[in-house]
């Protein structure tokens, strides 16, 4: 029975077959390869419910899409360059299981790093990679990028467009072009994890299945010498030790719970692991990024005991760090934050007043949210109020909403 295989084996498969499928066909069918894919995915669905999962699924859903290409092509009357050599399968299912485990890292590479192509603007690079690596359909995609399907799916057809003027293959481009993607790919995985992670989404504040494809992926990045570099191995790091927290970040009804209101116990020790693993990893080198601070400050917080014993001042040093690789008025948000629970709100209020702010945070939700907290902890209700109501009225999920009624209650009880 489907019930058998592994959560995500489907949208997994997806990106199998396109990415080894597109290869072998040629980029001005890539299309039809997604068609390709989702059809035998779809024919699995409905013939393995009743007759149960092969010995070898990967290799029959492969000479299901391969024919199913085969066929539109033929039905078309032209047949792609190449396909008579590279195109053909075997009627043996352990056979075609053995090549396509040697294809699949090196093509799944291949398409991530033709989904970084600079000439393809990059909201459309995004939406080129869950379109085809993560199985998502064109609705899918447009509720995760908060866009129209329409606009998706133009998005979709100029990047295609874009795959089509390479010619009749998938030819990987020179090695310093490659390199010279790999920041653009690791832009791209972060952002699909941050989706996932806290989410936009009105009714979701968690993807999982974002962050997972996220981390899938970064692994296969991570796997191939050319993207096996610190960078990689940082963000890897993240993303593992955000993960570790998911279980903890909802009490048994649902609610949002803050850091220092979550179970520490429930927190992955063995996410945490791997995160700290990969996060000594990145520090071969003298390459530094973003991901590793960003990792080192999750780290800090997974590796406390308790939320007091927070090492809250070398958080907010990391956080300085932080703006001087990526600046960002949030790292200044954050680290106030973090000064705000070592010296006291007062100190946190300082460095908050300190500089200037675009106009866009003075809109955001958590800078309400925190003006509001550290007004609370200095006794001035009244602006703790007033920037709660606002925090609040901009909160994007309902969840967050949620969380900050719960603080307005308990702050007007106090009152």
């Known amino acids: 029975m489907t019930s058998e295989l592994p959560e995500h084996y489907f949208r997994h498969e997806h990106g199998r077959l396109v990415s080894i499928l597109s290869r072998r066909f040629g980029a001005q069918s890539i299309e039809l390869c997604e068609d390709a894919a989702q059809a035998a995915l779809l024919r699995a669905v409905e013939t393995w419910t009743t007759a149960g999962v092969p010995d070898e699924p990967g290799a029959w859903l492969y000479r299901v899409a ?3 290409v085969i066929d539109a092509v ?5 047949h792609p360059a190449g396909a008579a050599e590279d195109g053909e399968t075997s009627e043996d299912p352990a ?6 485990s040697t294809e699949l890292q090196d093509d799944l590479l291949r398409m ?3 989904c970084a192509d600079p000439e393809i603007p990059y909201d459309s690079q995004l939406a080129l990679a869950l379109k085809t690596l993560c199985g998502f359909s064109t609705e899918e995609i447009a509720l995760r990028l908060f866009q129209s399907t329409d606009a998706i799916h133009k998005r979709l057809q100029r990047a295609r467009a874009r795959l089509r003027e390479r010619g009749p293959g998938l030819d990987m481009p020179s090695l310093p072009e490659l390199e010279h993607r790999v920041p653009s790919i690791l832009q791209m995985l ?3 994890f941050n989706e996932g992670y806290s989410s936009a989404k009105p009714d ?3 993807r999982r299945e974002l962050c997972d494809e996220a981390i899938r992926l970064a692994r296969v990045l991570a796997e191939h010498p050319i993207g096996a570099v610190p960078q990689t191995d940082a963000l890897l790091a993240l993303m593992y030790l955000h993960a570790s927290r998911f279980d903890a970040r909802f009490d048994s009804v649902g609610g949002l719970l803050l850091m220092k209101e979550q179970d520490r116990w ?7 692991e791997e995160g700290v693993l990969y996060l000594r990893r990145s520090a071969r080198g003298d390459q530094f ?6 990792a080192a400050i999750a780290a800090e917080h997974c590796l406390a005991p308790t939320y007091e014993e927070t090492p809250w001042a070398e958080i907010a040093q990391l956080y300085s760090a932080l703006d001087r690789v990526a600046p960002s008025p949030l790292n200044r948000l954050n680290r106030a934050i973090a000064i705000a629970e070592w010296k006291g709100a007062e100190a946190g209020i300082a460095a908050l007043e300190g500089g200037e702010s675009p106009p866009w945070l003075l809109s955001y939700y958590l800078w309400d949210a925190t003006w509001s907290e550290l007004y609370r902890r200095a006794g001035d209700s009244v602006r703790s109020l007033a920037h709660l109501l606002r925090a609040i009225d901009a909160a994007p999920t309902l969840a967050e909403r949620t969380l900050l009624e719960r603080r307005r209650r308990e702050l007007e009880h106090d009152r």
């Open 95 to 100: 056979a075609d299981a053995v090549v396509l």
């Open 289 to 294: 990024s973003r991901y590793h601070v960003e």
């Open 112 to 114: 991530l790093f033709l």
């Open 190 to 192: 972060y952002l699909l």
């Open 66 to 68: 391969h024919h199913y």
């Open 204 to 206: 979701s504040v968690i």
């Open 266 to 272: 429930r927190w992955d020790r063995s996410l945490i």
């Open 74 to 78: 033929r039905a078309q009357r032209r």
